[in-house]
T-cell receptor, first 115, second 110 residues
């Protein structure tokens, strides 16, 4: 079944640790996105990609980095986690544009807590 | 990207029809109007999209007047499970980035 997956779902780590949040989709979508959302607040786009070897920064400045080596995989990395990185991280994907706004399919999210 | 304005919150009771209006005065000719739903601790989920007049699917209807400066999401006979945040977004096929805004928090009571 075509879907979008994120692991881990929950992560609690100490300050200074390097972490990678995984995102994979089996829908063959070219576009992928990372959003950051604090509880009860709006989503902020932090990274997106048009396809393999394409990465762009979003509207919200983030200390994280992303890579897109394979179409289906779009991991997000924090080299040195800090308490200010505590948030929910949502991954999404969509097809390339075809006139209207393409529907974005979201993963379940990773809730990160940095102590 | 056109800016959208929605009510921060709405309350309703089970079985009622809920209409959430979104204002987008600066909508461009090529822009479409899209609505997403988000439950707590989950990613948003696409509900409906339209360009003009009326669009209906199995979960909602979208009403767009001729000037397209606003739109109304209509949820017929809501249930407790419709309690969620609803986001209105506008953009066209050049829209790489969706601006979700704060959305409308709908609370459905028994």
């Amino acid at each position: 079944e075509a879907d979008i997956y994120q692991t881990p779902r929950y992560l609690v780590i100490g300050t200074g640790k390097k972490i990678t949040l995984e995102c994979s989709q089996t829908m063959g979508h070219d576009k992928m996105y990372w959003y950051q959302q604090d509880p009860g607040m709006e989503l902020h786009l932090i990274h997106y990609s048009y396809g393999v070897n394409s990465t762009e920064k979003g509207d919200l400045s983030s200390e994280s980095t992303v890579s897109r080596i394979r179409t289906e995989h779009f991991p997000l990395t924090l080299e040195s986690a800090r308490p200010s990185h505590t948030s929910q991280y949502l991954c999404a994907s969509s097809e390339l544009a075809s006139g209207s706004i393409n529907e974005q399919f979201f993963g379940p999210g990773t809730r990160l807590t940095v102590l | 990207l056109a800016k959208t304005t929605q009510p921060i919150s709405m309350d309703s009771y089970e079985g009622q029809e809920v209409n959430i209006t979104c204002s987008h005065n600066n909508i461009a000719t090529n822009d479409y109007i899209t609505w997403y739903q988000q439950f707590p601790s989950q990613g948003p989920r696409f509900i409906i999209q339209g360009y003009k007049t009326k669009v209906t699917n199995e979960v909602a209807s979208l009403f767009i007047p001729a000037d397209r400066k606003s739109s109304t999401l209509s949820l017929p006979r809501v249930s407790l499970s419709d309690t969620a945040v609803y986001y209105c977004l506008v953009g066209d096929d050049n829209t790489d980035k969706l601006i979700f805004g704060t959305g409308t928090r709908l609370q459905v009571f028994p």
